[in-house]
Protein backbone atom coordinates (compact mmCIF):
# COMPACT_ATOMS: atom_id res chain seq x y z
CA UNK A 1 0.00 0.00 0.00
CA UNK A 2 1.70 3.63 -0.68
CA UNK A 3 2.21 5.84 1.88
CA UNK A 4 1.12 9.70 1.51
CA UNK A 5 3.59 12.06 2.51
CA UNK A 6 2.18 14.78 4.64
CA UNK A 7 0.82 18.30 2.81
CA UNK A 8 3.66 20.87 3.16
CA UNK A 9 3.63 24.73 2.44
CA UNK A 10 5.77 25.33 -0.45
CA UNK A 11 7.51 28.71 0.55
CA UNK A 12 7.24 30.61 -2.44
CA UNK A 13 3.20 29.83 -2.08
CA UNK A 14 2.74 30.39 1.63
CA UNK A 15 -1.01 29.96 1.58
CA UNK A 16 -1.46 27.23 -0.55
CA UNK A 17 -0.92 23.44 0.81
CA UNK A 18 0.90 21.32 -1.78
CA UNK A 19 1.37 17.39 -1.52
CA UNK A 20 4.56 15.56 -2.22
CA UNK A 21 3.60 12.88 -4.91
CA UNK A 22 4.48 9.72 -3.39
CA UNK A 23 6.19 6.63 -5.29
CA UNK A 24 4.41 3.67 -4.17
CA UNK A 25 6.41 0.38 -3.20
CA UNK A 26 8.48 -1.62 -5.32
CA UNK A 27 6.15 -3.73 -7.04
CA UNK A 28 3.02 -1.71 -7.28
CA UNK A 29 4.17 1.29 -9.49
CA UNK A 30 2.70 -0.62 -12.90
CA UNK A 31 -0.14 -1.83 -10.79
CA UNK A 32 -0.48 2.57 -10.05
CA UNK A 33 0.08 3.52 -13.05
CA UNK A 34 -2.15 1.06 -14.89
CA UNK A 35 -5.39 2.29 -12.84
CA UNK A 36 -4.32 5.85 -13.84
CA UNK A 37 -4.27 4.71 -17.40
CA UNK A 38 -8.02 3.07 -17.68
CA UNK A 39 -9.06 6.39 -15.47
CA UNK A 40 -8.41 8.51 -18.43
CA UNK A 41 -11.08 9.63 -21.11
CA UNK A 42 -10.04 8.15 -24.06
CA UNK A 43 -9.47 4.20 -23.46
CA UNK A 44 -7.02 2.87 -25.46
CA UNK A 45 -7.94 -0.43 -27.87
CA UNK A 46 -6.45 -3.34 -26.03
CA UNK A 47 -6.22 -5.94 -28.79
CA UNK A 48 -4.78 -9.67 -27.76
CA UNK A 49 -4.42 -10.53 -31.68
CA UNK A 50 -5.68 -8.90 -34.90
CA UNK A 51 -5.91 -11.81 -38.00
CA UNK A 52 -6.46 -10.18 -41.64
CA UNK A 53 -8.74 -11.94 -43.76
CA UNK A 54 -7.87 -11.65 -47.20
CA UNK A 55 -10.33 -12.13 -50.17
CA UNK A 56 -8.76 -14.44 -53.04
CA UNK A 57 -9.40 -14.95 -56.42
CA UNK A 58 -8.75 -18.87 -56.26
CA UNK A 59 -9.02 -20.44 -52.66
CA UNK A 60 -7.35 -23.88 -53.34
CA UNK A 61 -4.37 -21.99 -54.88
CA UNK A 62 -3.99 -19.24 -52.35
CA UNK A 63 -3.78 -22.37 -49.62
CA UNK A 64 -1.05 -24.11 -51.35
CA UNK A 65 0.84 -20.69 -51.56
CA UNK A 66 0.24 -20.00 -48.00
CA UNK A 67 0.59 -23.96 -46.65
CA UNK A 68 3.04 -25.89 -49.12
CA UNK A 69 5.17 -22.46 -49.66
CA UNK A 70 5.49 -20.36 -46.54
CA UNK A 71 4.71 -23.24 -43.75
CA UNK A 72 1.39 -22.28 -42.53
CA UNK A 73 -1.13 -24.94 -41.08
CA UNK A 74 -5.02 -24.98 -41.95
CA UNK A 75 -6.94 -24.55 -38.99
CA UNK A 76 -10.90 -23.97 -39.79
CA UNK A 77 -12.34 -24.65 -43.00
CA UNK A 78 -15.66 -22.92 -43.75
CA UNK A 79 -17.97 -23.80 -46.22
CA UNK A 80 -21.42 -22.77 -47.77
CA UNK A 81 -24.36 -25.11 -47.70
CA UNK A 82 -23.72 -26.89 -50.86
CA UNK A 83 -20.09 -27.73 -49.15
CA UNK A 84 -17.97 -25.69 -51.50
CA UNK A 85 -15.33 -24.20 -49.64
CA UNK A 86 -15.69 -20.06 -48.80
CA UNK A 87 -13.45 -19.56 -46.27
CA UNK A 88 -10.76 -20.78 -43.97
CA UNK A 89 -8.14 -19.93 -41.12
CA UNK A 90 -4.16 -20.85 -41.46
CA UNK A 91 -2.06 -20.76 -38.95
CA UNK A 92 1.80 -19.89 -38.10
CA UNK A 93 3.01 -19.86 -34.96
CA UNK A 94 0.78 -17.87 -32.49
CA UNK A 95 -0.30 -15.67 -35.64
CA UNK A 96 -3.48 -16.23 -38.11
CA UNK A 97 -4.65 -15.14 -41.49
CA UNK A 98 -8.08 -15.70 -42.87
CA UNK A 99 -8.71 -16.50 -46.79
CA UNK A 100 -12.22 -15.68 -48.49
CA UNK A 101 -13.04 -17.15 -52.06
CA UNK A 102 -14.36 -13.94 -53.59
CA UNK A 103 -17.89 -14.05 -54.83
CA UNK A 104 -17.39 -11.48 -58.32
CA UNK A 105 -19.83 -9.44 -57.04
CA UNK A 106 -17.23 -6.16 -57.51
CA UNK A 107 -16.29 -7.52 -60.25
CA UNK A 108 -13.69 -10.44 -61.48
CA UNK A 109 -10.86 -7.74 -62.50
CA UNK A 110 -11.17 -5.83 -59.48
CA UNK A 111 -7.60 -5.35 -57.42
CA UNK A 112 -6.47 -7.14 -54.46
CA UNK A 113 -3.26 -6.02 -52.30
CA UNK A 114 -3.16 -2.81 -53.21
CA UNK A 115 -1.71 -0.81 -51.29
CA UNK A 116 -1.24 -3.41 -48.19
CA UNK A 117 1.46 -4.91 -46.48
CA UNK A 118 1.67 -7.32 -44.05
CA UNK A 119 4.56 -7.22 -41.90
CA UNK A 120 5.56 -10.61 -40.51
CA UNK A 121 8.19 -11.36 -37.56
CA UNK A 122 9.88 -14.41 -36.89
CA UNK A 123 12.71 -16.10 -35.56
CA UNK A 124 13.86 -18.38 -38.04
CA UNK A 125 16.70 -17.53 -40.94
CA UNK A 126 15.32 -14.66 -43.10
CA UNK A 127 17.48 -16.48 -46.47
CA UNK A 128 16.44 -20.40 -45.79
CA UNK A 129 13.19 -19.19 -45.86
CA UNK A 130 13.59 -16.87 -49.32
CA UNK A 131 15.21 -20.39 -50.53
CA UNK A 132 12.21 -22.39 -49.31
CA UNK A 133 9.60 -19.59 -51.67
CA UNK A 134 11.93 -20.07 -54.21
CA UNK A 135 12.21 -23.50 -54.19
CA UNK A 136 8.54 -23.73 -54.53
CA UNK A 137 8.14 -22.33 -57.22
CA UNK A 138 7.41 -18.51 -56.37
CA UNK A 139 9.15 -15.34 -57.08
CA UNK A 140 10.55 -13.22 -54.01
CA UNK A 141 8.81 -9.42 -54.49
CA UNK A 142 12.61 -8.31 -52.73
CA UNK A 143 15.22 -10.70 -52.43
CA UNK A 144 16.58 -11.03 -48.54
CA UNK A 145 18.42 -7.70 -47.28
CA UNK A 146 19.54 -6.32 -43.71
CA UNK A 147 17.38 -3.63 -43.42
CA UNK A 148 19.14 -0.21 -41.91
CA UNK A 149 17.04 0.05 -38.59
CA UNK A 150 18.47 -3.72 -38.01
CA UNK A 151 17.29 -7.03 -38.80
CA UNK A 152 16.74 -8.98 -41.93
CA UNK A 153 13.56 -8.92 -44.40
CA UNK A 154 12.43 -10.76 -47.38
CA UNK A 155 9.52 -9.43 -49.47
CA UNK A 156 7.09 -11.88 -50.98
CA UNK A 157 3.86 -11.40 -53.22
CA UNK A 158 0.91 -13.93 -52.15
CA UNK A 159 -1.15 -15.27 -56.00
CA UNK A 160 -3.51 -12.30 -55.90
CA UNK A 161 -0.85 -9.46 -55.21
CA UNK A 162 -1.06 -9.17 -51.56
CA UNK A 163 2.26 -8.22 -50.16
CA UNK A 164 4.15 -9.98 -47.10
CA UNK A 165 7.62 -9.28 -45.64
CA UNK A 166 8.64 -11.31 -43.59
CA UNK A 167 11.62 -9.92 -41.00
CA UNK A 168 13.77 -11.23 -38.35
CA UNK A 169 15.20 -8.98 -36.03
CA UNK A 170 19.21 -8.93 -35.23
CA UNK A 171 20.30 -11.99 -33.18
Not at 51 to 78: C, K, M, N
Request: glycine share 8%; proline share 4%; hydrophobic share 35%.
Amino acid sequence: MARKAPARKSASRAGRARTKKTVPRSGLRGQSERRERRKSAFETLRLRSIEPILTVSDIERSIRFYTSTLGFIAEERYTDENGTLQGIMLKAGVCRIGLTQDDWKKGRDRDRGVAVRIWCTTVQDIDALAARIKAGGHALAAEPADEPWGGRSVAVDDPDGFHLTLHKARD
